[in-house]
C-alpha cells in the first residue's frame, strides 16, 4: 500500500513527486481560460490537473441563516451558497477537458462533493479521486468513492489522527487498494509556520501510504522543503493570472511561479539522493586540492624537519597532515627542494 499508481505512473517514495495543479475556481466562468490553464499546466511541468465536481445545491443549500455566512476568510461577507455559485465548474465542461487534458497527455481528475458527482466522473472514466479536507468526516461519501476501485487521494486538513483512521479503514473497507494521503493546512493562505511538514512522513509511516502535500501557503518554499522531507504529491492551486481569476486566486500560482516550482522540486529531488560516502567523480577532482606536507624552505640532506621547513598546506601531493608529529625531529634522508611535497622516503 506504500505506492499507488494513477495512468501507470507510479507515485511513490523514490519516484519524482507527482505534481497536481488544483483549477478550482481560478476559470473565472469562462471555458476558454479553464482550457488555457490545462494548457498552461502542461508546459509548467504538472503531471495532473484536477477539478472540482460540485454545483452550489450539491455541496450546500441557499440559505442566508448565520451559521451560513462566512466568517473570518477572504470570501467574508458571502453566504456558502454565493461562494459556491460563483467558484463551482459546469458540469458540461468536465468530459470535454478532459479529453483536452488526454490529447495533451496530462491526467485530469477531480473531488466530488456528493454521490451525484461521483457517478458523473465514473462515466467520464478519471483515473483517480481527490477528496478534499473538508469531506474527509463524509463517509457515505468515501464508501461511495472507495467502491469505484479507483486510487484516491486524500486531503487530511482540519482532522484528527483519529478521524484520519476511520476515513482510511472506511476507504480501505470499501475497495479503495491505492490510498495517498496529503497533509494540508486548510487556511486560505495558509501560513507557512501552521504547515507542520514533518507530519507527511508520519501519515506515510502511521497507514503504510505515500504521502504528500496539499499547499495554500504563498510561492513555493513549502512545497521544495516538503518534497525534501519525502513527499511524493504535491498539489498547488493554478491560475492564469491572480489580478482576473476567481476567488481562489490570491493563493493561487501563475504558470511561470508553477514552471519554476516543478523546476526546483526536480532539483530538490535530485539533491535528497541517497545515503552516500563515496566519492562522486568531481570530489576525486577536489581531493587533489586537500592540504598535505610540503617543504616550504630548501632542506638539505641530514637537516631535521622543524615546524619552519615543513607545512600543512594545499595541494594534497604530499603526506596527510596527521603525519606531521611523525616527521617533525626527523632528518631529512636526502636535499629537498622548496615548494616539494613530503613523501616517507625522504624521512
Given amino acids: 500500500m506504500n505506492s499507488i499508481i494513477i495512468n501507470n505512473r507510479v507515485i511513490s517514495a523514490g519516484n519524482p513527486a507527482y505534481i ?15 482550457v488555457k490553464i490545462i494548457e498552461e ?18 455541496i450546500t443549500m441557499d440559505s442566508d441563516n448565520e451559521c451560513f455566512k462566512i466568517k473570518d476568510t477572504i470570501w467574508k461577507g458571502k453566504t456558502l451558497y454565493q461562494l459556491y455559485e460563483e467558484a463551482y465548474t459546469p458540469w458540461e465542461w468536465q468530459p470535454e477537458l478532459k479529453k483536452i487534458a488526454d490529447d495533451l497527455n496530462l491526467d485530469l481528475f477531480s473531488t466530488p462533493f456528493d454521490a451525484s458527482a461521483v457517478d458523473f466522473l465514473e462515466q467520464m472514466d478519471v483515473p483517480a479521486y481527490k477528496i478534499a479536507s473538508f469531506e474527509l468526516v463524509d463517509l457515505p461519501l468515501l464508501k461511495k468513492v472507495a467502491a469505484t476501485g479507483k486510487p484516491v487521494i486524500l486531503s487530511t486538513g482540519m482532522a484528527t489522527l483519529d478521524e484520519i483512521k476511520e476515513a482510511v479503514d472506511t476507504l ?3 475497495n479503495c487498494m491505492d490510498l495517498a494521503l496529503l497533509k ?15 507530519t507527511i512522513s508520519h501519515l506515510s509511516e502511521t497507514f503504510n501510504v505515500p504521502a504528500g502535500l496539499s499547499d495554500h501557503t504563498l510561492g513555493s518554499t513549502v512545497a521544495i522543503a516538503a518534497v525534501s522531507l519525502g513527499a511524493c504529491i504535491i498539489e498547488k492551486h493554478f491560475c492564469l493570472d491572480r489580478k482576473n481569476s476567481g476567488p481562489d486566486a490570491s493563493f493561487s500560482m501563475e504558470p511561470h511561479e508553477f514552471k519554476q516550482m516543478v523546476t526546483d522540486i526536480r532539483t530538490a529531488e535530485k539533491a535528497v539522493g541517497k545515503i552516500s560516502y563515496e566519492l562522486t567523480e568531481n570530489q576525486k577532482k577536489s581531493k587533489a586540492f586537500r592540504r598535505s606536507l610540503f617543504a616550504v624552505e630548501t632542506i638539505k640532506k641530514g637537516d631535521l624537519f622543524t615546524e619552519k621547513n615543513i607545512r600543512s598546506i594545499r595541494p594534497g601531493n604530499g603526506l596527510p597532515p596527521k603525519y606531521m608529529g611523525g616527521v617533525l625531529g626527523k632528518e631529512a634522508k636526502v636535499n629537498i627542494r622548496k615548494g616539494s611535497p613530503l613523501s616517507w622516503n625522504m624521512v
Avoid at 497536481?20 to 479553464?34: C, I, P, R, Y
Avoid at 490537473?49 to 450539491?58: I, M, R
Wanted: charged share 25%; net charge positive; hydrophobic share 30%.
Fill in 184 to 198: 494540508c493546512t486548510s487556511a486560505y493562505p495558509a501560513p507557512p509556520e501552521e504547515a507542520n511538514l514533518k
Fill in 41 to 58: 499546466a502542461k508546459k509548467a511541468g504538472a503531471d495532473a490537473v484536477k477539478l472540482q465536481t460540485y454545483t452550489p445545491d450539491t
Fill in 20 to 34: 497536481m495543479a488544483e483549477m478550482s475556481a481560478n476559470h473565472n466562468k469562462n471555458f476558454d481560460k479553464a
Fill in 172 to 174: 480501505r473497507g470499501n
